[in-house]
């Protein structure tokens, strides 16, 4: 198992930034995929980012490319989310998810990541 804890949400303007992180415990940082999601009032969890567990290849949601920015410390064991130039839409609670057995090459998928954090709300006013 791996524990979680983010940090780092809270109320922006928009086209401002935050830079939201999660802390892992539990398990060897470099052997499992990590990701961020985040879930709207609502609305159904969805797919944000993820790195693998190199941190050598990332993937994005389209509507994030070239705004958002997903990190790895492996010193500090901890994931980074750089959020740039967000906007009202981005609105949500995010939550960072790890894939513990480190069956991922690369997920973009809720089903396939089985720890999660206790999320942080990300509020983009306009």
């Known amino acids: 198992q791996v524990q979680l804890v983010e940090s780092g949400g809270g109320l922006v303007q928009a086209g401002g930034s935050l830079r939201l992180s999660c802390a892992a415990s539990g398990r060897i940082f470099s052997s499992y995929v990590m990701g961020w999601f985040r879930q709207a009032p609502g609305k159904e969890r969805e797919f944000v980012a993820a790195s693998s567990k190199s941190g050598a290849s990332t993937t994005y949601a389209d509507f994030v490319k070239g705004r958002f920015t997903i990190s790895r410390d492996y010193a500090k064991t901890t994931v980074y989310l750089q959020m740039n130039s967000l906007k009202p839409e981005d609105t949500a609670v995010y939550y960072c998810?790890?894939?513990?057995?480190?069956?991922?090459?690369?997920?973009?998928?809720?089903?396939?990541?089985?720890?999660w954090g206790q999320g942080t709300q990300v509020t983009v006013s306009s």
């Open positions: 998810a790890a894939d513990s057995r480190g069956a991922l090459v690369l997920g973009r998928t809720v089903g396939k990541f089985d720890n």
